[in-house]
């Protein structure tokens, strides 16, 4: 695929995802669920947070993913003292030539993996709204644009609650997805103690073998392609039943957003164009609804007691709401 290449077929998006899946795999045993998710929030231009124990290659993941897309790649470690400067950038004063100088903070990457994004503050964490949202930055009253491929994946550890603050709703809410890393299996897990039990080291994705299957032509005319996949009155109306019965279930005191209808939705179709099809079908609604709701509801406090879990509501609700034939 050259740079100059402004056109691409589904078919040949359906062979880029695998390509990607393909050098992924390379380095990162399993999660090929978690590599899913991934490849439609990019293409869906959406943003993920994944959850879950430490030591579950999170962050190993983030670095393959972006090395098989070509993408330049940032990372923070969030931590209590981390301030929004040290996020954005700031403007200093040059001496030399009398004027301001903008030193660009590590939002200004491609991909971005924020680290433990629950570890600092609320302040710092809300540097991050317009970047995700606007894919901008405002800095002294001036905007500078981001990457039209900006992407935000964050991680946290759902176990410590000790020096964390949970993410406030705003926050919560311009993630496309929230994914749980699971542990892996007996058979993933002896594969990885197999090929990485001598190293005493992390190895990078490059040094597995890890290259770029992609540029940034590749990847708008990957999006693009997807804008074409149809998306019928009936399904419309299909996500936004969906949505609108998080709002009236007796188990949750608020209830999914008309933003996470339309986010919905756009993953749809880019679920759809990863399996070749130029149309949405019930099913890729209904295999996504759980990422993408999870995060964007609260549980009653009889539904806490009784010790129901979101994604069983979740899981409910689409049973319950009927699919177009």
Aim: aromatic fraction near 6%; proline fraction near 6%; charged fraction near 20%.
């Amino acid at each position: 695929m050259t740079e100059g290449q402004e056109t691409m077929t589904l078919e040949q998006v359906r062979a880029l995802a695998q390509a990607i899946r393909g050098e992924v795999g390379k380095a990162v045993i399993g999660q090929d669920g978690i590599v899913d998710h991934l490849l439609i929030a990019l293409f869906a231009g959406g943003h993920v947070l994944l959850e879950g124990p430490p030591g579950t290659a999170k962050t190993f993941l983030a670095q393959s993913f972006a090395a098989a897309l070509g993408l330049d790649f940032g990372r923070i470690q969030f931590t209590p003292d981390l301030m929004p400067g040290d996020i954005l950038g700031s403007n200093l004063f040059n001496f030399q030539t009398s004027q301001f100088t903008l030193t660009r903070g590590p939002i200004f990457h491609e991909l971005l993996l924020a680290d433990e994004i629950n570890r600092t503050p609320p302040k710092t964490q809300a540097a991050l709204l317009e970047a995700m949202q606007e894919r901008r930055v405002t800095l002294d009253g001036e905007i500078h644009p981001l990457s039209d491929r900006f992407m935000v994946v964050a991680t946290q550890n759902p176990i410590e609650s000790q020096g964390v603050y949970p993410l406030p709703e705003a926050q919560l809410d311009r993630f496309l997805f929230k994914v749980l890393v699971p542990y892996p299996s007996f058979e993933e897990e002896a594969r990885i103690v197999l090929r990485y039990g001598e190293g005493a080291r992390s190895a990078k994705p490059a040094e597995l073998g890890v290259t770029a299957v992609a540029n940034g032509a590749t990847l708008r005319a990957a999006t693009a392609a997807i804008g074409q996949v149809a998306l019928a009155d009936s399904i419309v109306d299909y996500v936004v039943r969906l949505v609108r019965a998080t709002r009236d279930s007796a188990d949750l005191v608020a209830g999914a957003s008309p933003r996470a209808a339309v986010l919905l939705a756009g993953a749809a179709r880019a679920r759809a164009a990863l399996d070749g099809r130029d149309y949405v079908i019930p099913d890729d609604v209904k295999a996504l609804a759980i990422a993408v709701l999870r995060h964007r509801m609260l549980l009653s406090p009889a539904a806490e007691i009784e010790g129901r879990q979101v994604e069983a509501i979740v899981a409910d609700l689409v049973q319950g709401t009927e699919a177009p034939r």
